[in-house]
């Protein structure tokens, strides 16, 4: 059942990580990415700290985009397109394999955004300068610790970060977005893979579509903020109340690939069948050996 | 607010707890906070939903949804009225990932034969002297009301279960049926594990007496009797159970669920039928009025929750007598004030754990109230019934006859009534002891259990047991205790203490993950996990401890609808001033005094003429 915390000018936030919750959440008309800084203080701290952190360089990713911005749509269309299943290096796909073998090699975080970014463009080249870029862009956005964002935007982490990787993906904001965002939850499907393989009675029983669907991570929070007053589920929200959806707690109970991507809502995944694919060919090339 | 900080601070306390001692080791007041945080966890994590569509919604027509229960569980839950039905699917208590089924060979890895033969068959029977055999009959009764798998699949090939060499199973070939698969699947539950349904109402209505469907309903109340009209009482033959002529086999007497049938089954029947018209004729002098409809669906809705609260204040704390499992299970029903507080001064608090489950606002914690494939398997508790029963006069203990299982069994049952009478059959349940919950105590005569004779069919009940946690996904033993936030055992030492038990399980599974949930449990006997005058394991505790006040919560018959509004008055006061023991002196008035020194009526009874 969703949580709304109301604290006079200090929060308005309301948390679910219920299934049925999300989806009808994900899809309310006053709930979007309007992501300013008003309203209560945590309210301010957290709209400032989503939207610094997803403009990369004054570049907006596709995650912080409006539901009505004809921008997002078109971008939404095209990577669609792009992300067909069988869009991937084989190469690449069999490093991954023998990662969830648990053969040494590349870290699965750089073999991740290569395989993500190669979508985007055939040479796209992963190292460890753009995999630490990706992780202290996410370090940022998961941190609970004020001093350690203080500490981060005096040294200006976060905007280096951010330039690394815009240069790696040459400005795409879709590839930006895989690379240094999304694929944090694929190398976290990697890192669940790589544990079920070692789990011989599992590596057994499981057919690749299942093995993709038991590991799936989804995002672990999806934002919205009210852009205007009105009843939902959670509870009635007024402008600047933030909503956080738990979908990776959800979908993990669920088991279920359409919540773990909003498949149902208008902010689906894109890339929604490609990483099942995806997941699915590597549990697959992990027993051809 | 307060009580989701509390919750987070029992449930944070509990995880952090059982690095150092296991609940049961601490004093009490910590011991009780743990328990309940683990339910704060448990009700957070392991309340899973398998259902992946939307449920149907047909309303009975001209039947009061609001005040009466309907027969198949429908509109229990009003804004989700298939919720809790019969034919809905069995829910989890394990991630669904973890609940896919093992291959083949891992089926049959190690052979359930083999498991029965060496971990399971009874050398000498192990009793448990606190308790008598109503206990474990009455558990069999609840189980009735929760939950069936239905038949097996009549139509697939059936398992084969390999035979251990040199084992002399007639005809050397033991199979068994494969349960029933779900008929309802659709796109969305491609590539996830398969799913059970529930041919009971999950809810704690008393389907066992009543049955799940309508017509079912309508058997119990005639029983087919010429010129039998349907009144508001159970049909009744010279107040026994009426024959089922319906039933594959003469002489099987009819229940809602008559399934499985012994003498422990054919007594509480007996007894709960007789309360159900007393009931009755309770209403009748304050509703005279009403239909005979009227008077029957209430008299249900207060039978079946005198059912749940013997079970809640009296059942479940004699299998865990200590004092924090008294309390923990009276807590459910009372809360932390207690019975005489409540009984003083009513609810004086919103919240369930300061004045109980019943009466406090219905809450489902996530996730669609069903029962679980989980819970279905921790309740697997055959090692309770003993092989033999001698059956004594109530009147000075004489004995009367000395019979097996299998002939109180089925049709047995009713003809034992030829022989010995209702009331001396009742006290001699009352007076013997039921078996424990170790290893090696599984009934022999359920070991090899007569389907059908003349086709030499046989089946083994305890490899039965292991095979249906298997096919149906349950995690083995380490691997399911790690899900539901207990103690990993790394080794067989951490499973039991007992070095010869540990021998055995190293010589039939090899490899501690490879241990049985059924086994694991009943080897936790003897070990620093099994908590003091538990007659049952740590690890079936953690899922009573979830699923039982989940059938309270969850039920609105039992949370805002537990109220004189909807119970009447009189039926409202019916279930708080009756417990088992009044049950059966109005019913048996000649056995009061064989109850009379009895803390709890699921302890042994007095023995006649001592």
Do not use: F, I, K
């Given at each position: 059942m969703a949580r709304h915390i109301r604290i006079p000018f200090l929060a308005d936030l309301i948390l679910t990580d219920d299934p049925d919750e999300i989806r009808e959440l994900a899809n309310q008309v006053a709930l979007d990415r309007g992501f300013r800084a008003r309203g209560p203080l945590i309210n301010r701290i957290l709209a400032r700290r989503i939207k610094a952190a997803l403009t990369f360089e004054r570049t907006q990713l596709p995650s912080v985009q409006m539901r009505g911005d004809p921008q997002r749509q078109q971008a939404s269309d095209r990577l669609s397109k792009m992300f067909a299943p069988g869009n991937w290096d084989s190469e690449l796909v069999k490093l991954i394999a023998a990662h969830v073998r648990g053969t040494p090699g590349r870290p699965a975080g750089e073999l991740a955004q290569e395989v993500m970014g190669r979508v985007f463009d055939s040479d796209y080249t992963a190292n460890a300068d753009t995999w630490a870029a990706a992780q202290a862009i996410d370090e940022h956005l998961q941190s609970r610790n004020p001093i350690m964002a203080l500490l981060r935007k005096i040294s200006g982490a976060v905007p280096r970060a951010q330039s690394a990787l815009r240069q790696a993906a040459s400005g795409d904001p879709g590839a930006m977005h895989g690379t240094g965002i999304a694929v944090h939850n694929l190398v976290l499907s990697l890192e669940r893979m790589q544990t079920l393989w070692a789990n011989e009675s599992m590596r057994s029983r499981l057919a690749p579509e299942e093995a993709a669907l038991s590991v799936i991570a989804a995002p672990r929070t999806v934002m919205r903020a009210a852009a205007e007053h009105e009843d939902t589920i959670g509870g009635r929200v007024r402008p600047a109340t933030l909503v956080a959806l738990n979908t990776r707690a959800a979908a993990d109970k669920a088991m279920d690939a359409d919540l773990a991507f909003l498949g149902s809502s208008w902010s689906r995944c894109p890339a929604q069948h490609w990483v099942m694919a995806l997941l699915a060919e590597v549990w697959r090339e992990a027993g051809d050996v | 607010m307060f009580e989701r900080l509390l919750d987070s601070l029992l449930g944070r306390f509990a995880r952090l707890s059982q690095r150092v001692l296991?609940?049961?080791?601490?004093?009490f007041i910590p011991a009780l906070a743990i328990v309940l945080g683990h339910r704060v966890n448990l009700r957070r994590h392991n309340l899973i939903n398998t259902e992946t569509a939307e449920l149907g919604d047909e309303r009975p027509e001209g039947f009061d949804i609001i005040g009466w229960r309907t027969a198949d569980g429908s509109y229990n839950d009003l804004a989700e009225p298939r919720m809790g039905a019969s034919g809905v699917r069995f829910g989890r208590n394990v991630a669904i990932r973890e609940t896919y089924p093992p291959s083949a060979t891992e089926l049959m890895e190690p052979s359930p034969r083999l498991v029965s033969e060496k971990l399971l068959k009874r050398h000498e029977f192990v009793p448990v002297?606190?308790?008598?055999i109503l206990a474990a009959g009455w558990i069999q009764f609840m189980v009735h009301d929760w939950l069936s798998h239905g038949p097996n699949d009549p139509d697939a090939d059936p398992h084969e279960i390999p035979l251990p060499q040199g084992d002399d199973w007639p005809g050397g070939k033991m199979t068994a049926r494969r349960t029933m698969p779900d008929q309802e699947t659709s796109d969305a539950d491609v590539n996830r594990p398969p799913t059970y349904r529930n041919t009971?109402?999950?809810?704690?209505?008393?389907s066992q007496i009543y049955g799940s469907t309508e017509e079912r309903l309508r058997y119990i109340r005639t029983a087919n009797l010429k010129g039998q009209p349907k009144t508001a009482e159970i049909a009744l033959d010279n107040g026994m159970l009426p024959l089922d002529k319906k039933a594959k086999r003469d002489g099987q007497e009819l229940a809602g669920v008559n399934g499985n049938w012994w003498t422990g089954l054919s007594v509480l029947h007996t007894l709960f039928a007789r309360e159900h018209n007393a009931i009755v004729a309770r209403l009748r002098i304050d509703h005279g009025d009403e239909s005979e409809d009227w008077l029957f669906h209430k008299a249900r809705l207060v039978n079946a929750a005198l059912m749940a609260k013997i079970h809640t204040v009296e059942w479940t704390p004699a299998l865990m007598d200590s004092p924090e499992g008294r309390m923990a299970m009276r807590g459910n029903y009372?809360?932390?004030?207690g019975e005489t507080v409540f009984n003083a001064f009513?609810?004086?608090?919103?919240s369930e754990v300061v004045s109980g489950i019943p009466g406090s606002a219905q809450d489902h914690h996530g996730a669609p109230y069903a029962m679980t494939e989980e819970f279905s398997a921790v309740?697997?508790?055959?090692?309770?019934?003993?092989d033999q029963f001698q059956f004594r006069s109530h009147s000075d203990n004489t004995l009367l006859r000395e019979v097996g299982l299998v002939d109180v069994a089925g049709p047995g049952a009713r003809a034992l009534y030829d022989e010995v009478n209702f009331d001396d059959v009742l006290y001699s349940l009352g007076t013997e002891h039921p078996g424990a919950l170790v290893l090696n105590n599984f009934p022999e005569a359920l070991r090899k259990l007569d389907k059908k004779v003349e086709s030499n069919l046989f089946i083994d009940l305890a490899a039965v047991d292991i095979l249906r946690d298997r096919e149906r996904g349950v995690p083995r033993y380490a691997a399911f205790r790690e899900s539901i936030g207990a103690t990993r055992p790394e080794t067989f030492a951490d499973i039991t203490d007992d070095q010869s038990w540990q021998a055995a399980l190293k010589e039939v599974y090899g490899t501690v993950d490879k241990v049985d949930l059924l086994v694991g449990t009943l080897a936790e006997a003897k070990s620093k996990n099994q908590p003091p005058r538990f007659g049952f394991s740590d690890t079936a505790f953690r899922i009573f401890i979830l699923m039982a006040s989940r059938r309270l919560k969850s039920d609105r018959f039992f949370a805002d609808d537990f109220r004189p509004e909807i119970y009447t008055e009189a039926g409202f006061r019916w279930v708080a001033e009756n417990g088992f023991a009044d049950v059966v002196r109005r019913h048996c008035p000649e056995l009061a005094d064989a109850m009379s020194d009895t803390r709890n009526p699921f302890f042994p009874w007095q023995i006649a003429g001592t």
């Open positions: - | 296991v609940w049961h080791a601490w004093p002297p606190h308790l008598n009971e109402t999950s809810w704690w209505d008393g009372w809360g932390l004030m009513g609810r004086l608090s919103e309740y697997r508790l055959h090692s309770l019934m003993p």
